[in-house]
């Protein structure tokens, strides 16, 4: 019967499908391994590194403790969240002040915190930073 072969083919398609879309649902559960947090940004104060590695008028990522901080003017520095607001992937690179989500696609402005694509809608979180002997910190005062 030619009926048969399509369907079984349909069948085999939808469990395929199924089976992808199970996948990212993995992938945006918060118990995935790809950077969800349930905080979004520090609790404590974290040691990013020295203030000259972010450039003037640039941002710098800092992956492990899910930070960005950006550096408007010499000396002059602001953080935010390196957790996208849409379904909390960690961001994976920042070009041209630029943040990137790897999980749907979303961009935020670095310098601003501000979804430039979605379909994330909400601004990364704000972060305290300041420099302690030459280097920056993020995070709340301990």
Same mark, same amino acid.
């Given at each position: ?8 083919? *349909? ?6 499908? !199924? ?10 559960? #918060? ?7 349930? *905080? +979004? *940004?520090? #609790?404590? +104060? ?32 602001? !953080? ?29 402005? #670095?310098? #601003? ?26 995070? +709340?005062?301990?």
């Amino acid at each position: 019967m030619p009926g048969q072969p399509a369907a079984r083919r *349909t069948v085999l398609k939808g469990a395929a499908l !199924a089976g992808a879309a199970g996948l990212g649902v993995a992938a945006c559960s #918060t118990e995935s391994k790809l950077g969800h947090a349930e *905080t +979004p *940004t520090p #609790t404590a +104060p974290v040691q990013l590194g020295a203030a000259e590695e972010v450039p003037v008028g640039g941002s710098k990522l800092y992956r492990d403790q899910r930070v960005i901080v950006t550096c408007p003017a010499k000396g002059q520095y602001k !953080a935010f969240s390196a957790q996208c607001t849409h379904a909390g992937c960690l961001l994976d690179k920042v070009e041209d002040n630029v943040g990137n989500c790897p999980c749907h696609g979303s961009r935020f402005d #670095t310098t #601003t915190g501000k979804a430039m694509q979605g379909p994330a809608t909400a601004p990364l979180s704000s972060v305290p930073v300041r420099i302690e002997g030459g280097k920056l910190v993020a995070g +709340p005062d301990a």
